[in-house]
């Protein structure tokens, strides 16, 4: 059966939750999204592995000009390092950039993957289907905003000690018990955002497509000529929407990344706008 045969009939959300393959006591240990993840870490290593590969001749000009796949990821990490990472970390932009990087490749992967019809492939070899997008399991996307809310915390209190935890208490003393709970409702809402915010996008855009090229399915139950008629203008669109759902793929990515980089720059420099404000009446008095 093609992706479209399977994707025209039964239910559109089949298509994007998770179907586990090996439970115990109610955990599932692997399942269709799991796969995926794994299928997208190991590519992530062999594919930037391969194309970051230097190859030493004797042309050292030649040696330290990226070219092809090399230079496409190095304007990535560039990019990250310059536009995104340093304006938010600062001087701790060295430290935190390899997070960074992995973590807007394996969204990245996982995106990718998801657009790739694997499910109806796998199923000529298995009998179950392989597929999906892992990124539209709210586990994963949870599991990576934990991770970031991990390194938020740690990171937090690694640069600043227990000024880590004051600045949670902030203003007169008989309010600052109530802006804590604040500051870590806001905490929690961060990651809750970076969550939310890439499953909801990666599940949308696949539900709709499901749902589009099931309208084949139920004009083909009426009859052959009116579905080859709602055929024909959904094939085009749903055509389009992938080329749209690959920009959405690389979109979102880039911005988990970059609120991961955001927030974890508010949890690093803490003090940087006390210092600021310290500095500029001793530069006035200076002037005068």
């Not at 006591?25 to 592995?49: E, F, K, P």
């Not at 973590?103 to 499910?119: K, Q, R, T, Y």
Request: proline share 4%; with cysteine; charged share 10%.
């Amino acid at each position: 059966m093609s992706m479209f045969g399977i994707l025209a009939s039964g239910n559109p959300l089949e298509h994007v939750v998770q179907h586990p393959f090996w439970s115990e006591r109610g955990v599932t240990i692997l399942s269709n999204h799991i796969v995926m993840q794994i299928l997208a870490a190991i590519l992530l290593i062999v594919i930037l592995r391969r194309a970051t590969f230097w190859v030493s001749t004797d042309d050292l000009l030649g040696d330290l000009t990226p070219r092809g796949g090399r230079n496409f990821v190095e304007t990535i990490c560039a990019f990250l390092r310059d536009h995104v990472a340093r304006p938010n970390l600062g001087d701790h932009t060295d430290r935190f950039i390899p997070y960074l990087w992995t973590v807007f490749f394996f969204i990245l992967f996982c995106n990718v993957l998801g657009l790739v019809p694997l499910d109806p492939l796998t199923r000529l070899v298995l009998p179950f289907g392989v597929g999906g997008t892992a990124t539209g399991n709210i586990w994963t996307t949870g599991t990576l905003a934990v991770c970031t809310l991990a390194m938020v915390v740690g990171s937090g209190l690694r640069e600043n000690g227990t000024a880590y935890l004051r600045h949670f208490f902030q203003g007169p003393l008989f309010i600052a018990p109530l802006i804590a709970v604040l500051e870590l409702i806001g905490l929690a809402a961060k990651t809750f955002a970076l969550a939310f915010r890439l499953f909801a996008n990666m599940i949308t855009g696949h539900i709709l497509l499901a749902v589009l090229l099931s309208l084949i399915g139920m004009a083909g139950a009426s009859s052959l000529g009116l579905g080859l008629a709602v055929a024909v203008p959904i094939v085009l669109v749903s055509a389009v929407f992938n080329l749209l759902e690959l920009f959405v793929a690389l979109l979102q990515a880039f911005v988990f990344t970059f609120l991961t980089a955001v927030f974890i720059g508010q949890a690093v420099q803490i003090h940087h706008g006390n210092h600021s404000e310290d500095a500029a009446p001793e530069a006035g008095a200076t002037h005068r």
